[in-house]
């Protein structure tokens, strides 16, 4: 084990401050994943700043009608609050839907945005990997990629985003609010992560050390119709291997407004705004559901073991939004 | 002996004598153990597949903090590695750091002793080794040309002609099924302690016999079997992988270079490297019948993988040799030699994968025949054995079919496929045979009776969790006719003498007759005692390999029949099952307590094997992929559905003790239950394992293209 040094933070001006002169730091929120990585090695941080202390820890309710959820908020708290499962159900249910409770009960908003991939290629350092190495190659593309992205991904690296919260946070809209020792920012979440490209471990937009302090939610009348729906493995603690957030409103029969997310096939949460786009002021029935899922997954690039993906999402698609569309009906 | 009539003891639900320990924290478990001026130590494991070790950059390493050494095979001591243990040909892990061969990857190349765990894992991490690396070939299929049929005598077993009788049947079903690489993942990872005491070597280990290991240990060290003692006094979990691994050899290693108590506790990535796993296979099965469903002949072609070191057969198309007759009948088992560790037995080593693939075919040509599935085993029930044709100690499969098949609900299924829906789910049931040998190998126990009325078993048993201290506490109150809480079972101690391991569902029946015949033997002490009992109390001893040698030669083996109910969503790809039923003949059972925990955590593997459980292997560079809980799925409780275990009377009339195991039965045949019943939802066959979404999605889409 490599010695580091750790600390508390307890304001945000001085945390940044910390992060600011030492490269080697990083924050540590619940420590569900970063300890995990330190205990294989993949991560080797010489200091480690808490930030659980800060007073990030809360969610309330913006002027607009949304919702401003602390950095420090946890899993748990997020899923469990009045506000979320009332006006964004499905943020509820896909924070419910990952890990265990144990770890909802540790992990944070800001931590689960910028948690790391899971590819085991990336979480076992015998082997390369680009975004572990940059330039050392990656043996998922012609290795064991069952669970690689079909969206998005390059040559470079072929893995996906983790997250559960994170695609109901893209279906959403969500905007990350940052601090830095250069000063504070907002990203929507479209932007928050990279592009592949041939930089795969640069994943996020974020300024170096730079300190997430909260996640906004837009008002969204829709939202309060969604669900989220995540298949995997086993029917719990389990990453998923394809996910949807969809949110719908329904009227005389035509989709009036719709939000669509996908997990698990992507190096991010997957908004899909072409789905979207084709299926505003469609008939709300099956077949356009599947055609708007065919649209986006159009651009699907797959690889020799993941190809099921692309119809576990269209099916997926069509069964969520029936679901939500024949609940309008009622 | 002063005694009093006891309310029966064997057969009777008793919690675990040790059970409040456990909870309560207080039992120490292998790596727990305090010792003085101990040290710890860090296994490094090779990262090439195939080669030699050029070169181990030890001199940097010595200079980290805490450091007291680095071993390996240019400075490690010699050890004497071509012996025959108890249990056959060691594994070749335990020839450590005798040269410089890399036979596979994971294969340990050095061994660093530091003070602190974290010293000696920091040091061992920053090991430079230097390999000169051959290529490897790790790629197990089915149809490889190389594969080959083992010397091991019971490679095959054959009678009649099977292309004749196939030739002609009414109706034949011909099936490949695979099984992937598994891995027994017990919940406590490997740990020993290894260290000279009074000349002795004590090792404190987690194992499942601690003779078996000691007996290793005194061989590959060359010293004398009484100056080696291993103790090994809770376990948790074992399933086949807690033999003598590369942990306890190391460990002795490092306490003889330095004289210094030294521990290694292996990680769970590690578990996965160096302590044995299920080797894939890949099986083919031909049943030909008759019309009427009466089979003519029975084929089945198992094979598997195992290391260029050693040959290990997982004994696939040993089951059909006991379960079916027909007029032909052909079984055989087939290796390939490639680079990988090597297998070892695990939870129900043969039965657990055979089992797929015959009771999976079976399911298929009752399909095809439009006969029951239960209906067309009675009519293939055996009255002897089919190869052997000795009689069976015991059998009553048919038995459990039928009480599992009222309990079940069987009558009202409707036998075609994918009539059943609820809501997005398809549903479906499915059902299978199961059978395991019921063995025993010589045991030694001793009991003392003590001056202060209690009595006291000592006898070198294993408790890898299942209750077997427990069990045999039940067995020596019931053979003394006294209460359990005055009777002290004391096991896992090497000193104790000669005893069969926590293996083969074989353990509880051995000790058992060990624990009874001692009994014995104390009775016709204490009666010529007269009732007069020295402080040191009086002690019998006995050994049953002469009790064993007398047994009657019987096909013995337990019997049972497992039911399952699935709900496949065909969209999604996703199987849950929602609800088992096992039924078996196992002989006696001990603590119907326990017996229901063990049977159900058989059946809940089973899950984990039908739908969870499969190794990676990377084939370019030959490690595995993912070696840890996140990667390697075992059912988690959400997919534990209500499960039953029961069991019927079974007596075995000929045997002393009646006893037979119920440590392996629970899994076998669970796999095909499940992938039956998830054919009768969808009308899709499933014949690869684990049936995973992908392959769900895929076979529903080649379906609705048909």
């Known amino acids: ?330 | 002996m002063t005694t009093t009539a006891q309310p029966p003891t064997v057969g009777a639900a008793h919690t675990r004598v040790e059970g409040r320990d456990k909870v309560t924290g207080a039992a120490r478990y292998a790596s727990e153990q305090p010792f003085d001026q101990l040290v710890h130590s860090w296994l490094v494991l090779s990262t090439v597949a195939r080669g030699r070790v050029r070169k181990v950059g030890e001199e940097a390493v010595r200079a980290m903090p805490g450091v007291l050494a680095v071993l390996h095979h240019g400075n490690a001591p010699r050890l004497t590695t071509d012996y025959a243990s108890m249990l056959g040909a060691p594994d070749p892990t335990v020839a450590l750091f005798q040269h410089d061969r890399v036979p596979h990857a994971g294969w340990p190349v050095a061994l660093v002793v530091a003070e602190t765990p974290e010293q000696a894992r920091e040091a061992a991490e920053s090991l430079v080794v230097e390999y000169v690396e051959e290529p490897h070939d790790v790629a197990f299929h089915a149809g490889r040309p190389d594969a080959y049929v083992p010397e091991d005598g019971g490679a095959v077993a054959t009678k009649g002609d099977l292309e004749a009788e196939l030739a002609a049947s009414s109706v034949v079903v011909d099936a490949s099924y695979t099984t992937p690489e598994q891995h027994h993942s017990a919940m406590e990872p490997h740990a020993a302690t290894a260290r000279w005491e009074g000349g002795r070597l004590e090792v404190v280990d987690s194992n499942q016999g601690s003779m078996w290991v000691a007996d290793e240990l005194a061989k590959l060290f060359s010293l004398d079997p009484s100056s080696v003692r291993v103790r090994s006094e809770h376990i948790g979990g074992a399933f086949g992988s807690k033999g003598v691994r590369p942990h306890q050899v190391a460990a002795a290693m490092a306490a003889t270079v330095l004289q210094r108590p030294v521990r290694l506790a292996l990680t769970r990535r590690q578990t996965f490297a160096v302590t044995g796993y299920r080797s894939p296979t890949a099986q083919r099965v031909r049943l030909g019948a008759d019309a009427d469903g009466r089979l003519r002949a029975f084929g089945h072609e198992a094979l598997n993988l195992t290391s260029t070191l050693r040959p290990f057969v997982e004994t696939s198309a040993a089951l059909g040799r006991v379960l079916y007759d027909a007029r032909a009948h052909h079984t055989v088992h087939r290796l390939v030699d490639v680079d990988m560790p090597t297998p070892t037995w695990m939870r129900a080593p043969g039965e657990a994968p055979g089992s797929f693939a015959v009771e999976s075919a079976l399911d298929e040509l009752a399909e095809r025949l439009g006969m029951d599935p239960i209906a067309l085993r009675a009519r293939n029930e055996p009255a002897v054995g089919p190869l052997s044709g000795l009689p069976f100690s015991s059998r009553n499969l048919l038995g459990c079919f039928e009480e599992g098949a009222r309990r079940f609900g069987w009558a009202e299924r409707d036998p075609r496929p994918r009539m059943r829906r609820e809501g997005r789910w398809l549903l479906g049931t499915g059902t299978a045979a199961a059978t395991y040998p019921s063995g025993a190998a010589p045991s030694t126990a001793s009991v003392t009776a003590e001056a202060d009325g209690t009595f006291t078993v000592r006898i070198s048993a294993a408790d890898v969790g299942t209750g077997a201290r427990t069990a045999l506490t039940l067995i020596a109150a019931e053979a003394l006719d006294v209460a359990p809480e005055r009777v002290d079972v004391r096991i896992g101690d090497s000193d104790f003498g000669p005893a069969w391991v926590a293996g083969g569902s074989m353990g509880t029946r051995s000790w058992a007759l060990a624990v009874t015949s001692a009994v014995g033997e104390l009775r016709g002490r204490l009666a010529l005692a007269d009732g007069e009992i020295p402080p040191e109390g009086i002690t019998a001893r006995t050994d049953t390999a002469g009790l064993l040698a007398e047994l009657a030669k019987k096909e013995r083996h337990s019997f049972g029949a497992q039911f399952a109910e699935v709900a496949v969503d065909v969209a999604t790809g996703e199987i849950r099952v929602r609800r088992m039923l096992g039924i078996f003949a196992a002989g006696r059972i001990v603590n119907p307590l326990t017996a229901r925990s063990q049977l159900i955590g058989g059946m809940t593997w089973g899950i984990s094997m039908a739908l969870h459980e499969e190794a990676v292997r990377d084939e370019a560079s030959g490690s595995q992929l993912g070696a840890d809980f996140a990667s390697y799925h075992v059912a988690a409780n959400a997919d534990v559905p209500l499960i039953e275990a029961d069991w019927l009377e079974d007596p075995v009339p000929d045997d002393p003790v009646g006893i037979k195991g119920i440590g392996e039965i629970g899994i076998v045949g669970v796999a095909a239950a499940i992938s039956n019943a998830a054919w009768h939802a969808t009308g899709v066959r499933h014949r690869d394992l684990p049936l995973r979404p992908d392959r769900v999605l895929r076979a529903e889409a080649e379906a609705v293209g048909d």
């Open chain 1, 1 to 330: 084990m490599r010695e580091f040094s750790y600390e508390r933070a307890t304001d945000v001006s001085s945390a940044v401050a910390l992060l600011e002169t030492d490269p080697d730091a990083r924050w540590l929120g619940g420590g569900t994943n970063l300890v995990d990585l330190m205990k294989t090695g993949v991560e080797r941080p010489g200091r480690l700043v808490d930030v659980r202390e800060l007073p990030l820890g809360r969610i309330e309710s913006t002027d607009d009608g949304g919702l401003r959820i602390g950095a420090t908020v946890t899993n748990s708290e997020l899923a469990a609050h009045p506000e979320v499962r009332r006006r964004y159900p499905a943020l509820a249910q896909a924070v419910l839907a990952g890990a265990s409770g144990q770890l909802r009960n540790m992990a944070t908003v800001g931590g689960n945005l910028l948690q790391r991939t899971r590819c085991a290629y990336f979480t076992d350092t015998s082997f390369p990997c680009n975004k572990r190495e940059p330039g050392s190659g990656c043996p998922a593309a012609t290795g064991e990629h069952r669970n690689h992205a079909i969206l998005g991904a390059s040559e470079h690296c072929v893995a996906v985003h983790p997250s559960d919260m994170g695609v109901a946070l893209a279906a959403f809209d969500a905007v990350v609010a940052y601090e830095s020792a250069a000063g504070g920012g907002e990203l929507p979440l479209a932007d928050f992560y990279l592009p592949v490209g041939d930089t795969p471990h640069l994943e996020t937009a974020l300024p170096p050390g730079a300190l997430i302090t909260a996640v906004t939610l837009p008002p969204a009348p829709v939202a309060a119709h969604s669900r989220y729906r995540k298949v995997r493995e086993r029917a719990s603690y389990a990453f998923a291997i394809g996910s949807a957030a969809a949110a719908l409103d329904v009227a005389d029969g035509v989709v009036r407004e719709i939000r669509l997310a996908f997990g698990a096939v992507a190096s991010r949460p997957w908004r899909a705004s072409t789905a979207e786009r084709v299926l505003r002021g469609q008939p709300a029935v099956g077949a356009a559901f599947a055609e708007a899922a065919d649209a986006e997954l159009a651009a699907a690039q797959v690889l020799d073991q993941n190809a099921y993906k692309v119809p576990l999402i269209r099916n997926l698609v069509v069964s969520l939004l029936t679901e939500l569309a024949e609940e309008t009906a009622r």
